[in-house]
């Protein structure tokens, strides 16, 4: 019987060897699928129940993790508020995580492999696991000045706004109404949770955006300093040169002509460049739109950062654009700011940011320095340029920003000039459609001569008369109270 | 002649007792159940567990004294097989000591506790079997009592009063305070049964009988007997719903019956009948089909229920032992009171998702261990019976071993049994430890060395004795 005895050994051996390689197949090889279903509350409560990093700006915390005496052992609360939930984001049980919190949060909490030393010595002294903290390059004076200058826009407001520092990238400020409180999101109140989120998701005004980044809206007249700059490059003017001012541009090929807002000339047949921009003159930047390539045009663009996402910190972005134009036409509008032509705040200050450094735009960042939970530095950010050219010479950018003090100066910024300091700026006023109000914009920057803050505004809805919309009137104080609190 | 060495005086190879490889490998399984303990108690309390000394003090008199009574009542058994189930069963009770802990359980309530109370009558009962069988063969007198006895403990949780049903399977009999399986002693007897039976008629089986399409079929009346003993274990358990051990029982006589006729013939027999019951029972049940089901898209009936369907305890399992990966979360770090039974037939998971994949690799490198030491020892048997009865009871480990964890991780549809040596349930352990002292019964007597015959020179310097026989005797 020992034959039998034999062969039923090796049936038995692959018994057990089916056994192991299915261990191996759900432990090992499949173990991530597992691990990152949605159902699987095993992951989703350990992340939530645990004591995650701290988000810092400056050595405040505006995120970080409480005891709490429940059995998730740590609640998130959120000391920044309603100031900072754009960037912060917020971390629930039920909706996920948004912000900061969702694209930093293998750093925050702890499974990052940057800080895998980290977790080695946590291993080995048998302490809890703590997740690494984020300092923003946020400065909270700046960030003030934005939150309170949105906010004094009034209730029923869809406005946004982004501070860069040229020099670097680093966003300075960055800022969306109306806001949420995502400490009602965290709380391990679940019922009371899942109300608040309803409310958010179903308000009109969508609070949970964070507008800055990723709402995309016809520039308007700001981008009038993109087709100035391609006018600069590409057709060798500067802010001298002679152009177009009359009261209404022809149209080539359609039965409407481009006019002026208010219906009159730009102070002439002929003006200078400047006094186009000073007065933000449609018909004369309509014509330099036609006398430009449509390919220039999009290539100046996106030398400025458009049809790209340069921000990697913080997600989901929307994609700021200038498409393709088949006709003299569309290019006019396109010129303006109008057409197809859409960006975010952040791109229109990166378009300000990257005059104010000198033609070189910078790839704008948020997540300053990484750190351990014993305070050791991990990762620190560092200033790059998004492209290894600069999207304008160094001479064009030194005529805008001639240009654009002027506008300040003499022209439709006026509202943002501070005593004693260079301002250079630019207004904007986009149709959207005949139904809504425009979208009121501005962009500037400070000091002219040795820039430190770039600042775009942008009004997406506001309670205010259809007439008394014009970029400088609500976006210039907002930007006016920002750029002070960058120079102070 | 000179060149010549008869052969009973060739050196015959001669079975060291090993007593002493027992005895550290038996340290070796102490300090893997002791360690466990202090290592629960760490890991989840943040100190060692206050009654160390105690419960390792207990756990070391068990195992010592296992291993004197095999020194003493089978000196020649396999060095291995005890220390193997000391360890796991030690594992087993850090284990469950764990699972305790997580759900809040009191020391009086613990089942860690009630199974180390089952785990020292298991070893009592484990030298008990020892000293009444000196000789496994004596046990092949008891085959017809053996299989009968296995059919009234397969009825008795049909019975009124003492029948008790708990999660859909009538399987359990309550015994005053104790719920018991007699299933487990049915294993154990219907192994005795069929490995008598089948070394009495094993010729008969296999020569007698008629050729059908190329496969020998024995006759009726050789057969008769066992396939009705079949029948009317398969019909109980259906009856009982106990998926588990009515595979477990079928294979355990598949097996026999090829060990013992030597003819593949019956794999393929017993292959299409399995076949074919797996068939009608999916059609016919639908508690079986429920479970082939879950088992083929467990997502399907998570996180919530379809039509009182869930497949929470299978899906929670996986998530743990996916989450525990590689090396595991640690004693204290993971979540095992997510599976419900997690410290029954759920047990791997919970070790899975505290100790990882290197765990189980290990724990099931043990149990193949434990079934090739039983199925070495039914190759160096003497006797037909005894190969056979060591055929069955490592073939139960395996199978069931096989069955229970292939279940949980998904590779064969979930059916109830526990984790030999390791789950809480008393029956099965006091039954296991039964089946090790068989293993080790007939292990040593197949080791042992043979008494020696006298040789002619011993012969010689005998006296020639003449024995008178008177006429009456003669007569006799």
Known sequence: MNRPI?????????????????????????????????????VTEEAYAQQRGDILVGKKAIATSKPSDDKYEWQRTYPGGKKYAPITGFMSYSYGQTGIERSQDSVLSGQDNKLFTNRLVDLVTNSEPAGGNVELTIDPKVQDAAYEGLTALGEDVQAATVAIEPKTGRILAMASTPTYNPSKLATHDFGAASKSFNNLSKDED??????????????????????????????????????????????PGTTTDLPNLNGTSCGGEQITLTRALEVSCNTAFGQL??????????????????GQHYLDDIGPQAKSRYPTNDGKDKQARAAIGQQDVIATPLQMAMVSAGIANGGEVMKPYLVDRVTSSSLDVIDQGK??????????????????????????????????????????????????????????????????????????????????ERSEIAGGRLGGPIAKAMMEAAIS | MSGFTPASSMPVFVHRSRRGAELVLMILALAVGIGAYAAVGLGVQEKVPVDIVGYGTW???????????????????????????????????????????????????????????????GVVLFLITLFVVPDHRMLQRFTYTAGLGAVVMLILPMLPIIGKTIN???????????????????????????????????????????????????????????????????????????????????????????????????????????????????????HVRVRVLTWLNPFDYYPDPVNGTSSGQLVEGLFGMAWGGMIGRGFGSGEPWRVPY????????????????????????????????????????????????????ATSVALQTFVVVGGVTGLIPLTGLTTPFLSYG???????????????????QSRRPLPTAPSDEDLAAEETQIVKLDKGAMNK
């Not at chain 1, 910024?413 to 207004?427: H, Q």
């Not at chain 1, 809504?436 to 505004?457: C, D, G, L, Q």
Request: with cysteine.
């Open chain 2, 59 to 121: 756990l070391v008199a068990l195992l010592v004294a296992a291993h004197i009574g095999v020194r003493l009542l089978a000196p020649y058994a396999d060095p291995v097989l005890l220390p193997l189930v000391a360890m796991l069963n030690g594992f087993g009770l850090a284990v469950i000591h764990r699972l305790d802990l997580a759900a809040g359980a009191s020391e009086s309530d613990a089942f860690a506790r009630q199974q180390l109370i089952w785990m020292s009558l």
């Open chain 1, 289 to 306: 739109g036609m006398d430009l390539s449509d390919e220039d045009m999009r290539a100046q663009a996106e030398a400025f950062g458009f």
């Open chain 1, 383 to 464: 200033p790059t340029t998004i492209d290894n050219q600069p999207a304008i010479s160094r001479d064009t950018a030194e005529i805008l920003t001639q240009m654009m003090v002027s506008v300040v100066d003499n022209g439709t910024a006026e509202v943002a000039s501070i005593p004693g300091v260079s301002v250079a700026g630019k207004t904007g006023t986009a149709q959207s459609s005949k139904e809504r109000a425009p979208y009121a914009w501005f962009t500037s920057f400070a000091p002219a001569e040795n820039p430190s803050i770039a600042v775009a505004v942008m009004v997406q809805k506001s309670g205010t």
């Open chain 2, 168 to 286: 859909g399977a009538r399987i359990w009999i309550n015994l005053g305070p104790v719920s018991f399986q007699p299933g487990e002693v049915a294993k154990v007897l219907l192994v005795v049964c069929f490995a008598g039976y089948l070394a009495v008629h094993r010729d008969a089986l296999a020569l007698a009988g008629r050729r059908f399409v190329g496969i020998d079929l024995p006759r009726g009346r050789d057969l008769g007997p066992l396939l009705m003993m079949w029948v009317i274990s398969l019909a109980i358990l259906v009856l009982q719903r106990d998926l588990g051990s009515s595979l477990l029982f079928y294979g355990l006589f598949v097996v026999t019956l090829y060990v013992a006729t030597e003819r593949k013939g019956w794999i393929v027999v017993g292959g299409l009948l399995f076949a074919g019951g797996v068939f009608a029972a999916i059609s016919l049940f639908s």
């Open chain 2, 342 to 393: 997690a410290n029954s037939d759920f047990i791997i998971p919970a070790i899975g998702e505290e100790l990882g994949l290197t765990a189980l690799l290990a724990l099931l490198l043990c149990y193949g261990l434990i079934v090739e030491r039983g199925l070495r020892t039914a190759i160096v048997a003497r006797d037909d019976f005894g190969k056979l009865l060591s055929v069955g009871l």
């Open chain 1, 206 to 251: 969508e609070p949970l955006l964070n507008r800055s980044i990723q709402t995309a809206l016809p520039p308007g007249s700001t981008f009038k300093l993109v087709t100035a700059a391609a006018a600069i490059e590409k057709l060798g003017m500067d802010g001298d040169s002679k152009v177009y001012g009359g009261a209404s541009l022809d149209l």
């Open chain 1, 6 to 42: 034999r062969t039923l050994s090796v049936g038995c051996l692959i018994l057990f060897v089916a056994l192991m390689l299915n261990l191996t197949y759900v432990q090992f090889f499949k173990a991530s699928w597992y691990n990152d279903r949605a159902d699987n509350r095993r």
């Open chain 2, 426 to 444: 008393g029956s099965s352990l006091v039954a296991n430890w039964v089946i090790v002292a068989l293993l080790l019964r007939v292990s040593d």
